[in-house]
């Protein structure tokens, strides 16, 4: 969407409130937990993107890199309302981009079933069985940002 801009932000910015309250709303809430519950001290160490219209932030993604070469993508969020209007691919295809830019070779994610074809139309591939993370199933995808790089 044109109107909609994707940025970095981070932990000591103000729409960080908004990613906390966003991620509270969709990834917990609706599964009965909370991130007051959780230790957030990484989220410092990450890359965080957020899609914002107008001054509110209504879509995140978060970039935790795990080695020189590796970057996990977690967190992703879009609002309910802001849904199916290609702001997730959009958050995608930019962190995609700050990880090439970074040098990064591979992303892997931690999808949530009800997310995996989401994902699988971006070309990430199921490398895992099926596990339980926060209490519901999920998958391990993973792609290789060399591959995109070719293209
Ligand atoms: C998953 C989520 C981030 C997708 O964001 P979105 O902005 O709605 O996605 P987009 O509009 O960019 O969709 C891109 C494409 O993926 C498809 N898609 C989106 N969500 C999908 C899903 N859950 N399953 C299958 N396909 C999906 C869209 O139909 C679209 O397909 P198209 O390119 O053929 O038109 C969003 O639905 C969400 O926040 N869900 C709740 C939280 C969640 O589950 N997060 C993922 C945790 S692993």
């Given at each position: 969407m044109d109107d909609i801009i994707t940025r970095q932000v981070n932990v000591?910015?103000?729409e960080y409130e908004q990613v906390w309250e966003l991620r509270e709303a969709l990834l917990r809430k609706p599964i009965g937990?909370?991130?007051?519950?959780?230790?957030?001290?990484?989220d410092a160490k990450d890359i965080i993107l957020i899609a914002e219209k107008g001054g509110k932030v209504v879509g995140c993604l978060m970039l935790q890199p795990k080695t020189d070469v590796l970057i996990k993508f977690r967190q992703m969020a879009v609002y309910h309302e802001w849904q199916g209007k290609g702001i997730g691919a959009q958050l995608m295809h930019a962190a995609e981009h700050i990880a090439v830019m970074h040098g990064y070779k591979q992303v892997v994610l931690h999808a949530r079933i009800t997310a995996k074809d989401f994902y699988a139309g971006l070309d990430y591939i199921v490398t895992s069985d099926v596990f339980t993370e926060v209490g519901i199933d999920h998958v391990v995808m993973e792609k290789k940002l060399t591959d995109m790089i070719a293209q």
């Open positions: 000591d910015t103000p937990l909370s991130l007051k519950d959780e230790d957030l001290s990484d």
